[in-house]
C-alpha cells in the first residue's frame, strides 16, 4: 500500500531496521516482510530503498533517507491567462502551452486553482429581435387599477405547445433477458430511413381551489399527427381497405390547425368542462 506521507525519518528508521541482524549485506529470511508490515509500505518500497542503500554504501557513500520527490511545479495564472482559449480546450492543449504535465494541470484542476467552463454559443440578435422580444415582454405587462401598480397576466388563457419528433422503433435497443431466454430478433428494411412521427404536447397553468387542492394539474396531452388510411393491397397482415393509422408525412399549416382545433381544444373544453369557470384558449395569431 502506498503512502505519500513516508516521512525521511521513517525511510532512515527503515534502513536501520534492515541494517540490523544484516549478515553480508543480506537481511536475515522474513526481515523484509516485518518492514513492510511495521511501516505500512509495500514490499516494492522496502526492496528499493534496500538496494539503494546496499547501492550507496558500495560506492563509498554516505547512506542518505531523503525522499526522491520532484520539486512542487509553481502555477503562473499569468501565463495561463496570456495563452489563447483555443489552446486552453483540453487539458493537453493547456499542458502544451504552459509546458508541464498533464497530471500537474490535472491537479491544479481538483484543488480548484483552474476552473472548468463550458461555453455554450449565443444568438445574436438583430435590432428587430430585440424590439420583437420587448414588445412581448410588454404585452404579458397590465395596469392594476385597484392596486395602482403593473404586474404580469396571470396567463391562464393561454396554452402552451411544442412539437416532438420520434422514431417508431430504434435502430439499437437495449434489453434485460433471462438466462434461458431468447434473444428478441428485430428487422426493418433499412435502419436510414426509419419512419418518425410528430406529436404536439400541450400544457397550460395549473388552477387551484381555494383550499389549495389542485382542480386541474395543466397537462392538456399529447397528440400524434397521424391519419386512419384505408390499405391499397391485401397482405398476410390485413385485407385490402383495412383502415390503418400512419404518420403524416407533410406537416402543412392546415395539418396544425386542425389539430388545435379538433384535439387541443376540445380536450382543454372537455378537461375544463366540470369546473365551475370556463377558461378560453388564446390561439396563435395566424390560425384566426
Not at 528508521?13 to 541494517?19: D, S, Y
Not at 434473444?183 to 418518425?196: D, G, L, M, V, Y
Not at 397482405?235 to 407533410?250: D, F, V, Y
Request: net charge positive; charged share 30%; with cysteine.
Amino acid at each position: 500500500m502506498r503512502r505519500k506521507d513516508f516521512t525521511s525519518e521513517e525511510r532512515a528508521g527503515l534502513i536501520q531496521f534492515l541494517i540490523i541482524d544484516s549478515k553480508n549485506g543480506k537481511p536475515p529470511r522474513g526481515k523484509m516482510k516485518a518492514a513492510e508490515l511495521k511501516f505500512g509500505v509495500s514490499r516494492r518500497t522496502v526492496c528499493r530503498l534496500w538496494a539503494e542503500a546496499k547501492q550507496k554504501q558500495q560506492q563509498g557513500q554516505f547512506i542518505s533517507s531523503q525522499s526522491r520527490r520532484r520539486k512542487k511545479v509553481e502555477i503562473d495564472l499569468e501565463l495561463i491567462a496570456s495563452l489563447e482559449l483555443s489552446k486552453r480546450s483540453t487539458i493537453r492543449r493547456l499542458a502544451s502551452g504552459i509546458n508541464c504535465s498533464k497530471s500537474t494541470v490535472g491537479r491544479w484542476i481538483d484543488q480548484g486553482l483552474i476552473k472548468a467552463h463550458t461555453n455554450a454559443i449565443k444568438p445574436e440578435l438583430t435590432t428587430p429581435n430585440k424590439l420583437s422580444r420587448m414588445r412581448f415582454f410588454l404585452e404579458h405587462i397590465e395596469y392594476d387599477r385597484l392596486l395602482e401598480k403593473l404586474h404580469f397576466k396571470c396567463m391562464q388563457n393561454t396554452i402552451h405547445i411544442d412539437e416532438k419528433w420520434f422514431y417508431i422503433i430504434k435502430s439499437s435497443h437495449r434489453f434485460y433477458l433471462t438466462p434461458a431466454e431468447a434473444e428478441p430478433h428485430r428487422t426493418c428494411k433499412s435502419k436510414k430511413f426509419i419512419t418518425k412521427v410528430m406529436f404536439l404536447s400541450a400544457v397550460r397553468r395549473q388552477i387551484f381551489g381555494e383550499d389549495g387542492s389542485v382542480l386541474f394539474d395543466g397537462k392538456i396531452g399529447i397528440f400524434p399527427l397521424t391519419e386512419m388510411v384505408p390499405a391499397q393491397r391485401s397482405s398476410k397482415n390485413r385485407e385490402a381497405g383495412t383502415l390503418e393509422q400512419k404518420p403524416i408525412q407533410s406537416i402543412t399549416k392546415q395539418v396544425l390547425k386542425d389539430c388545435f382545433i379538433k384535439k387541443v381544444w376540445l380536450w382543454q373544453e372537455l378537461c375544463m368542462y366540470c369546473k365551475s369557470t370556463m377558461i378560453g384558449v388564446e390561439l396563435i395569431d395566424f390560425l384566426v
